[in-house]
């Protein structure tokens, strides 16, 4: 983990405020979530992750984190915020690369996200977005993942993006009542 080491030495108030073993299962979290990406895309012979940029990925993380955490006064921070800042780090590090010159797979670090995303979304309903047959779900996913690739975004724009969706959830429930 020397690796690790020498990027934490850029990061020392991150060690400071979440300790160094809270930092390493994270970046060990996302390097699983990653590799089981890869795998289940089938992707094994044609993406690899990039260590050292999915460590700077987290490292930048935890850093906007703590930043909100000392500027609200807050001690936790909710579960769209930290997919929200996972998300825009990841795309904006692109720890996800290609091994070979293959166009299909130049927006792999796009479709990672996009599949966070979806986990996250299906996550409350014990069933994967992906599963559900709607052309309207369809049109969204496709529109994210276009979003994803071509449109300008940061952190905050992918939190509303999640309020969106989850307070259209709600909406529908209502009118269901």
């Avoid at 990027?7 to 299962?25: A, M, N, Q, R, S």
């Avoid at 939190?159 to 989850?166: H, P, Q, R």
Wanted: proline content about 1%; overall charge negative.
């Amino acid at each position: 983990m020397s690796s690790i080491e020498s990027v934490f030495v850029e990061y020392t108030d991150l060690i400071e405020k979440y300790g160094k073993d809270e930092l390493v299962g994270r970046y060990e979290t996302l390097l699983n979530i990653a590799d089981d990406f890869i795998q289940k895309m089938g992707y094994k012979d044609d993406v690899y992750i990039n260590e050292t940029i999915l460590l700077y990925a987290m490292c930048d993380y935890f850093s906007d984190i703590l930043r909100l955490k000392i500027f609200h006064k807050i001690s936790r921070t909710n579960e769209v915020k930290i997919l929200s800042y996972e998300i825009y780090w990841l795309l904006k590090r692109k720890p996800l690369q290609s091994k070979k010159n293959n166009k299909e797979l130049v927006h792999i670090n796009e479709q990672f996200a996009l599949s966070r995303i979806i986990h996250y979304l299906s996550n409350d309903e014990n069933k994967s977005l992906l599963t559900l047959n709607s052309e309207k779900l369809e049109f969204f996913i496709n529109t994210l993942f276009y979003y994803l690739k071509f449109r300008p975004f940061d952190a905050q724009s992918i939190e509303m993006l999640l309020l969106s969706f989850n307070a259209g959830k709600i909406f529908a429930e209502e009118l269901k009542s």
